[in-house]
């Protein structure tokens, strides 16, 4: 059916012939869209000097201990254009709800709310008064304060700008390493949204009152109701939805509020208004084609899990069966630090280091060593930007025991100050590891490694302390690239004359490209591919085709490989010999590859090298250097496989599914885009024995990358 029909028929659905005087609809107060007024317009102020304000600091904030932090109490008020007076109390983070804080009747347990608010431009000119001290504030934060104060009685707030001594680096760190508690213990958030009108507060509650009616409507309603989803626009998406922190602030929250302007909406309505807003647009377009979800929606800040989820299975927010059939523990569970970073570029920051810091609450990262031996990131501002990024890197190649981290850096073109083997998260795009994940790149056909299922005679050599800016590696180099391809000679397999021999030896006298054994092995290996290059549909996003110089440690690599796989066959066949006219039975698999050509990305040169460093899952590019040292220029697809299956073989067992078919085997895990990866089981116990080989091992060489 095509799109112009799905709306007709959307349509045709909402039409009624008439509607009644009385339908909520025609009686609509529509806001003006074209109205930016805000309802408390306040006097403009000039910015006040850094010095002033740092200053103010040094009169308002004592020294706290690492266990305590600070509590704002907002003093009532009758009228929005009082004074703003509070008082800062400081408050022992204790295990129980709420915060232990001393005030003038003695020491008591404190329930408080926390506020989830934009910072705004850093233009800070507002003035209020805290513990007697005139205090410089945003514009936001005034409106925001100004706004949350109760008539008849004090309110206790933690507002990060105000509770954190914002110019102690010290303090800073180690508050906001606690930030995610912080919010957690609150008994409710309270999400700020500026710019609310007492107009545009009655037309939402008025929406709010009647949208669960189901009722119908005439032309003339559904009119109003196109405009009308214009502003529910606005309201689903705010800007503060955009904002990095409200991700952890959001997913903390035991019961979250969206206040706007006087008007405070339970998280439920706010949902409400969401579906509302959903079913005045009509028909959703579900394709998902080289689109990636929109990842500041409100489902995926309270679930990342539903976000990296959508990331890799583009169908999953539709499939609702699906998704409300998962324990609701792993919906609300932490995600990775790379499942989070994958989509971090998508959310605006002050500071790109809470890129990394702002979303530590909602991962499984530990941020504080804690007497155990797992490893942590700690929050740091007094480390610059690129040194918090690398700490990035040395933190999940010591978790995960593996190198693949480097498959996520120079996506982008490189950062004058980022070495080359850090990831920019500032600019990565996520459709960058969701092609990589539809194309199934990290399948034993691209050369991919269980670096997992290897063991540890294939992990990175442990990196050295006081060595920013250099990541140490061992590796191994499999071939130099070439300026093109040869066809007469690219597409031709390698055959190591010791496969040749063990498999004619396995099959009483038959070559391996007997049509009897294995069907697909004489065909065109060109054509293999052949659908992937034409329609520039490679694994490897912003990829490109380029020849290769093999070098011998790279042909011995292939050898061992064949040789193993031709041992697996030996294995499942107890050792015997199958004579003609005996078929072979059962699931067999061999793969070839050319050592002539790899997919390497669109910025590699002639002269580079494809090196596979130990404890990686994949090839990478490197370029000489100064100082004897290497660029990473990106990730190597290298090699090739032709997998050729037996004449028996059957798609259907359960065991294959991971050797061979499309559908990746999902098993639900703290770590989404890992489990969507294809595990061979088969081809990890192949690389195992090739990656433990004692020449193979004699010829890594120490890398340094800059």
Request: charged content about 25%; overall charge neutral.
């Amino acid at each position: 059916m095509s799109k112009a029909t799905d709306w007709e028929a959307w349509d045709q659905a909402q039409k009624v012939d008439g509607c009644p005087d009385s339908c909520w609809v025609r009686s609509l107060q529509l806001p003006d869209m074209q109205d930016g007024s805000v309802s408390d317009r306040q006097v403009t102020f000039p910015p006040v000097d850094e010095k002033v304000r740092e200053a103010a600091a040094a009169k308002l904030y004592q020294t706290i201990k690492p266990w305590q932090t600070r509590i704002l109490r907002i003093d009532p008020a009758s009228c929005l254009s009082d004074a703003v007076v509070c008082t800062l109390l400081v408050a022992d983070v204790i295990v129980h709800e709420g915060m232990g804080v001393v005030e003038e009747e003695g020491p008591r347990e404190i329930p408080y709310e926390a506020l989830s608010y934009t910072w705004g431009p850093p233009v800070f000119s507002h003035p209020i008064q805290i513990n007697g001290v005139e205090f410089f504030v945003t514009e936001n934060l005034n409106s925001a304060l100004r706004h949350l104060r109760l008539t008849g009685s004090k309110r206790y707030l933690w507002v990060d700008a105000l509770c954190i001594n914002q110019f102690d680096i010290r303090e800073k760190s180690i508050q906001v390493g606690r930030m995610f508690s912080i919010y957690t213990k609150a008994c409710r958030v309270v999400a700020w949204n500026p710019g609310w009108t007492k107009q545009t507060c009655s037309t939402l509650l008025m929406v709010l009152a009647n949208i669960s009616t189901g009722q119908k409507h005439s032309d003339d309603c559904l009119a109003r109701l196109k405009t009308l989803g214009q502003f529910l626009m606005g309201t689903c998406k705010p800007p503060l939805f955009n904002r990095t922190w409200v991700r952890q602030e959001v997913f903390a929250a035991r019961d979250l509020v969206m206040q706007l302007g006087d008007l405070a909406i339970p998280w439920a309505d706010y949902e409400r208004i969401k579906d509302f807003f959903a079913s005045t647009r009509g028909p959703v377009d579900t394709t998902f084609e080289s689109s990636c979800p929109d990842f500041t929606d409100a489902l995926y800040l309270k679930s990342p899990f539903n976000a990296i989820m959508t990331l890799v299975q583009p169908d999953y927010r539709y499939d609702h069966k699906a998704r409300n059939g998962r324990n609701q523990a792993v919906l609300n569970a932490p995600v990775s630090l790379l499942d989070a970073l994958i989509f971090s570029s998508s959310f605006g920051v002050t500071d790109p280091r809470d890129l990394v810091y702002g979303i530590l609450g909602f991962t499984t990262v530990p941020v504080s060593q804690g007497g155990t031996s797992t490893p942590t990131l700690k929050v740091d501002y007094s480390r610059s930007l690129s040194e918090v990024y690398q700490d990035v890197v040395r933190y999940e190649i010591e978790r995960t025991g593996s190198l693949g981290i480097l498959d996520f850096a120079r996506s982008n073109p490189a950062s004058s100050d980022l070495p080359s083997w850090t990831p920019d998260w500032r600019t990565y795009e996520a459709k960058v590891a969701q092609h990589r994940i539809l194309n199934r790149t990290n399948s034993w056909k691209y050369g991919f490694i269980d670096v997992q299922r290897i063991g540890v005679s294939w992990k990175p050599v442990q990196q050295l302390p006081g060595t920013d800016g250099i990541l140490r590696a061992r590796g191994i180099v499999l071939g130099i690239l070439q300026d093109h391809a040869d066809e007469a000679t690219t597409w031709v397999p390698f055959i190591s004359p010791s496969f040749e021999s063990g498999f004619r030896e396995r099959f009483g006298g038959r070559n391996f490209d007997d049509a009897e054994l294995f069907p697909g092995v004489k065909r065109d290996y060109r054509s293999t591919f052949s659908n992937m290059f034409n329609d520039s549909n490679l694994p490897l996003y912003g990829g490109k085709a380029t020849g290769v110089e093999i070098s011998d440690s790279g042909k011995r690599l292939l050898t061992m490989l064949q040789n193993e796989m031709l041992e697996k066959i030996k294995f499942a066949v107890r050792g015997r010999v199958i004579v003609p006219p005996e078929p072979i039975r059962g699931n067999h698999t061999l793969g070839f590859a050319s050592p002539s050509i790899a997919l390497a990305t669109n910025d590699s040169l002639r002269n580079d090298l494809i090196v596979l460093f130990q404890g990686s899952p994949c090839p990478f590019i490197l370029r000489r250097s100064n100082q004897g040292r290497y660029i990473l220029i990106g990730r190597a697809v290298f090699p090739l496989w032709f997998e050729h299956r037996s004449a028996s073989f059957d798609d259907l067992r359960m065991d294959e599914r991971t050797w061979s078919s499309n559908n990746a085997v999902y098993t639900e895990t703290s770590d989404i885009l890992e489990s969507r990866f294809v595990w061979p089981e088969k081809m990890a116990s192949i690389w195992k024995a090739a990656l433990q080989d004692s020449e193979f091992l004699v010829a890594l060489e120490d890398f340094q990358l800059a």
